[in-house]
């Protein structure tokens, strides 16, 4: 199949599986199911639809939208129209998707977002655009712009006999040189790039999770993470590329109520996502009486001898398993039950995941498969296989990819997977590439004696204190961030003589503290100024990295009575921290840290 175009397999899917459910999502609070017929029927007429708005080939359509089963819907239409899909972040400014729509030449515009719908509105207006379609039956606010259709109106303008023949001669230029999507990077140090994927980079990618991830007919996935970045776009397109159930979430703050309704298999998320649950438990577990708190400790214990064993690949003792096995059905049973109870694999990837947090949910049962990518490599360089657990590592390279370290210790990576380059950026692309072409990935590591890929620290993010000394931000902040106590921490560094760090508190595990102490105030700023309360924290920063490096660990901090936003900028869509916007953000916050 890897050697097929994708909307070839798309299509021997939609031959094969006809009334098969396909995707489901959610209409006026209830599931819903399209089959594999209804996304054939569907995305042909969504391309036919643009083929009568002016769609050329070869033309870049936005789409700008939280999670729905009409953004894969118009996602496959674009590239059945033989055009190029350009995703936009549902939390971008104004500003942000206008750059976007200029850089990529975007004329036409899918919106599923109300709050973005004005936006769109505007930039309609302002002539960016020429069509904006709204991905829903009825449009958010009255309209009488006939450049704006509703989902169902470009639906029935693709009911057209005469367009299906163009259509399909389209299909039949299609190469597997043409791209298929252009992707802007977030945006964490500098302005976003357009990276520019083809249909060979897909095919390449979809063999290579075939021969490393095995899906079956009966998963079911939950599409949690934006899909306008690319881990949980590719991932998408492989669990169609197998067959597998999509399902779509459009609020992701929703996804503990949703794991129960959809009992999924399989899930991709972020380290963030189980570095807050791990921290949720613990809180939970602080609370509880001793003898509980004693018996999750002994259940840890044991999971903590499982994961060893299994690092080792050692069976495990008669005595070890019956143990073990009471202690999932008093302990660890419940915690997977609340994610839905039926989940076979867990990818996860994006960001550093700390050993602990990671040692944690495998001893609990949980089959995480950790993994390292980027955007540019069209997601996955490594991932773990089934049959290990290389902990403390990101697992083997993906089959056909050479992974060498160059400079620094810099990851490069080689293989049918890289981008072609930077949209309308030349200079850049050059700059990323090597000579014998590898990809300069920005980020550090090594390979250890198994072929496991190791990262270590951000490159591009390695702050340099004034003493000469270099501090890896995620290092300090995935130590502390994992305290039950510390919601969010952005760690300060570079040119200044020592670290200091601004720390959003956990602030219902705070309140509780400080009920249990007797401690009353007024509002979260007087809760933040008492000096309990500072001290408190401080004791549990100066436990937590007593492991860093001197010149590593906080001296001094800052808690903040708000959290880290992407409506502010001041977040990635996949959590990451735009660190300069934060630097200014609270730059008087800062200052006053190196005042003292």
């Keep these: 199949m890897h050697e097929l175009h994708y909307l070839d397999v798309i299509r021997k899917r939609i031959e094969g599986m006809n009334d098969q459910p396909a995707l489901r999502g959610q209409h006026q609070g209830q599931w819903q199911d399209v089959s594999w017929r209804q996304l054939g029927q569907q995305m042909d007429c969504i391309a036919q639809g643009l083929i009568a708005l002016g769609h050329g080939e070869g033309d870049r359509v936005g789409i700008l ?8 819907l118009a996602d496959l239409g674009i590239l059945a129209a033989r055009g190029v899909t350009v995703p936009l972040y549902a939390t971008n400014t104004l500003a942000q998707s206008n750059y976007v729509l200029n850089d990529a030449g ?20 302002q002539g960016a655009l020429q069509h904006l ?10 309209c009488a712009d006939a450049r704006i259709l509703t989902l169902p109106q470009l639906l029935t303008l693709g009911d057209e006999a005469s367009l299906v023949q163009i259509r399909q001669a389209r299909e039949t230029r299609m190469q597997l040189s043409d791209l298929f999507t252009l992707v802007y990077t977030s945006g964490t140090t500098g302005e976003p790039k357009g990276v520019m994927l083809d249909f060979a980079n897909l095919a390449a990618a979809m063999e290579q999770h075939h021969r490393r991830v095995k899906l079956t007919p009966q998963d079911v996935s939950l599409c949690m993470l934006p899909l306008s970045h690319i881990y949980e776009r590719g991932w998408s397109f492989y669990i169609l590329y197998c067959g597998v159930l999509n399902v779509y979430m459009s609020d992701p703050r929703q996804v503990m109520q949703v794991l129960n309704e959809v009992k ?36 840890c214990r044991l999971g903590d001898k499982v994961v060893a064993r299994r690092q080792a690949r050692e069976r495990l003792p008669l005595w070890l398993r019956a143990s073990y096995g009471l202690a999932d059905r008093l302990i660890f049973r419940p915690i997977r039950a609340r994610f839905g109870g039926r989940i076979r694999m867990l990818p996860i990837g994006g960001a550093r995941l700390a050993d602990e947090v990671n040692r944690f949910f495998l001893g609990a049962g949980f089959p995480i498969k950790y993994g390292y990518g980027m955007t540019e490599t069209l997601a996955t360089v490594s991932c773990w296989e089934d049959d290990c657990l290389p902990l403390g590592s990101t697992g083997r390279p993906m089959p056909g990819l050479q992974v060498r370290l160059g400079p620094d210790n810099e990851i490069q990576v080689k293989g049918p997977t890289m981008m072609r380059g930077y949209f309308n950026k030349p200079a850049a692309t050059a700059e990323v590439f090597t000579e014998d072409g590898y990809l300069r990935t920005g980020d550090a590591g090594y390979l250890d004696v198994g072929g496991n890929l190791v990262f270590t620290e951000r490159l591009k993010e390695l702050m340099k204190t004034s003493t000469g000394k ?21 760690i300060i560094a570079d040119a200044r ?37 500072k001290e408190f924290f401080e004791q549990r920063i100066n436990e937590l990295q007593q492991g860093l490096a001197k010149f590593e660990q906080v001296k001094v901090f800052t808690l903040l009575p708000r959290p880290f936003a992407m409506e502010k900028g001041e977040l990635t869509p996949t959590l990451k921290l735009r660190r300069k916007v934060i630097e ?8 006053a840290m190196y005042a003292k």
């Design 65 to 72: 939208s939280p999670n729905l089963v009409s953004w894969t």
């Design 106 to 125: 975007i004329r036409i515009l899918f919106v599923g977002d109300q709050e973005q719908f004005a936006n769109a509105c505007e930039l309609l207006a």
């Design 133 to 142: 379609i709204w991905l829903g039956d009825s449009l958010p606010q009255p």
């Design 264 to 299: 999924p298999t399989l899930m991709c998320a972020v380290p963030r996502i189980y570095e807050k649950a791990y921290a949720q438990i613990q809180a939970k577990v602080a609370a509880a009486p001793a003898w509980r708190r004693a018996l999750f400790a002994w259940g």
């Design 470 to 490: 270099y501090v890896a931000p995620q290092l300090v902040e995935g130590t502390l961030g994992k305290d039950r106590f510390i919601e969010q921490i952005a």
């Design 497 to 533: 003589h020592y670290v200091s760090a601004l720390i959003v508190p956990c602030f219902q595990s705070l309140e509780e503290y400080a009920r249990s102490i007797g401690l009353s105030y007024q509002n979260k700023a007087e809760l933040l100024s008492n000096l309990k309360v």
């Design 584 to 591: 200014q953000a609270f730059r008087h916050e800062i200052e």
